[in-house]
């Protein structure tokens, strides 16, 4: 990749897969419920995805190594290699799995928003038709066109998202207002959410299984590497600012009694149109289906890591597809039969408010060693930068842990 001429690279896989339902969901409803005033989360959100990121991309291009396999090689002994194993597998193997379920649904749902409803083609129908597509893809998709079609996703819903913005009214002054950090009444667990839908510690083994041999080991790219992250992530931040702004632009009116998402399209069609739902649930299709593509292709990556595919390029595919389509056939199964995955989903949220913070400290720890990456390690500020980050992610994983548990709500 050239710095000279700019084109999507694979850090636009980390975008296609946190702006999900999840993240839209979570974004609509603090605009309904806060107006603009919560922005300034993403706003730090980004800005830390971003520092994490990079030093994953920087980890594998130098390394040569996926984060799975950097983190197991630098564990001390065998005992604690096994724990970090076990621990990487239940956040993302059966996390992914449970959270597979709610990117197929979320698609189903931008269908029927579309005009696909119950009467045209049932939820179930739906689900299986997203399901079986995205296993399709996975089988017959080599990982480079997979890549291109993600970048494809990702700009169609910005498109969709910050397109949506020329179709809507926009108080740009209270948006403006809302980059400055505040917290309104009762918003504290509302903006942590919108920072932990952004932070997800699946992109960063994704990101760093996607940049290997795409970036040279030297200083020409590490730089691209960098600037793609930071183009690629940058736009993630504004499309889930867009949807915070369509959310609070909608928020004077009465609950229609409805999920959050349909709440935003409803509302959206009843002050500016059809156009305006059309084109949030063309963004939310967009949504479910680029995470519904990225879950299973990171847990494929991972798992195929973490069980010594590298030396042998046939047995890696064999168990990153294999893998991928187990996750594809679990979520497309919660999502036909509308199971609600909740012990899973309490599983995972607790795997994850326990590996976030490891492994953010660990990024730090790697990229800070002069012996691992020479002239690439991090420096006093980004030594600062990132142990701010770690700090966050760890205020983030005790969320996670104590929400899992039902101690915060």
Known sequence: MSLGI??????????????????????????????????WALVFATVAT?????????????????????????????????????????????GNSAYQA??????????????LGDATLAPPLRALAVGGLAAALVIAGKPAWLEKLLIALVLAMSMAFIGGLLVIDVDWSSAARGLLPALPADSLFTAIALIGTTVVPYNLFLHAASVRGQFSADRQGIAAASLDTAVSVTL????????VIMGAATSALPSAGAGPLDEVALRLEALFGSPARIVFALGLVGAGFSSALTAPLATGYVLAEMMGGSSDPERRTRIFKRTALAV??????????????????????SANGLLLPILAAFLLWVASRRQSLGSFANGPLANLAGGSVVLVCTLLGLRLILRAAGVWP
């Open 328 to 349: 594809i056939a679990i979520g497309t199964a919660f999502a036909v039969l509308a199971v609600n995955p909740v012990e899973l989903i309490l599983i995972a949220q």
């Open 50 to 94: 971003i520092i994490l990121q990079n030093m994953a991309a920087r980890v594998a291009i130098v390394t040569g190594q996926g984060l799975a396999e950097a983190i197991l090689a630098a564990a001390s002994s065998l005992p604690v290699r096994w724990a970090m194993a076990a621990l990487i597998f239940t956040a993302l193997g059966i």
């Open 6 to 39: 700019y084109r999507p690279g694979p850090a636009m896989l980390v975008t296609a897969a946190f702006i999900g339902p999840g993240t839209v969901t979570a974004c609509a409803s603090a605009g309904i419920g806060f107006g603009y005033a919560l922005l």
């Open 236 to 243: 993630g931040g504004l499309l889930s600012m867009a949807i």
């Open 102 to 115: 709610g990117n197929i649904s979320g698609t189903g749902l931008g269908l029927a928003l579309l005009g």
